[in-house]
Nanobody
Framework: QVQLVESGGGLVQPGGSLRLSCAASGFTFSRYGMSWYRQAPGKERELVATIASTGSSRNYVDSVKGRFTISRDNAKNTVYLQMNNLKPEDTAVYFC????????WGQGTQVTVSS
């Protein structure tokens, strides 16, 4: 059974940091690219960051470049999203996504940036 379980979300003040984790199971993690998406209320789901299966390439949406870092540990079947200098507009549900021969989604974790 495929599972992607996100954790690490919460409430943080503007300028603060959070680290999201996504633990994968039920498929060969090292053969899949991984991404983080987010969806704010009333908005479409947005691709935030993506990392290749080997970690050799990473891409980010312009609005998070220089603030967010995606990484992965293939030995732990886990992908991370380090988020620094958070802004209120980063408030959203963040979803983990695996892409390869199939596509899998996690259930999401809420990130709220507010003073």
């Amino acid at each position: 059974q495929v599972q992607l379980v996100e954790s690490g979300g919460g409430l943080v003040q503007p300028g603060g940091s959070l680290r999201l984790s996504c633990a994968a199971s039920g498929f060969t993690f090292s053969r899949y690219g991984m991404s983080w998406y987010r969806q704010a209320p009333g908005k479409e789901r947005e691709l935030v960051a993506t990392i290749a299966s080997t970690g050799s390439s990473r891409n980010y949406v312009d609005s998070v470049k220089g603030r967010f870092t995606i990484s992965r540990d293939n030995a732990k079947n886990t992908v991370y999203l380090q988020m620094n200098n958070l802004k209120p507009e980063d408030t959203a549900v963040y979803f983990c996504n695996a892409w390869g021969s199939e596509v899998f989604w996690g259930q999401g974790t809420q990130v709220t940036v507010s003073s």
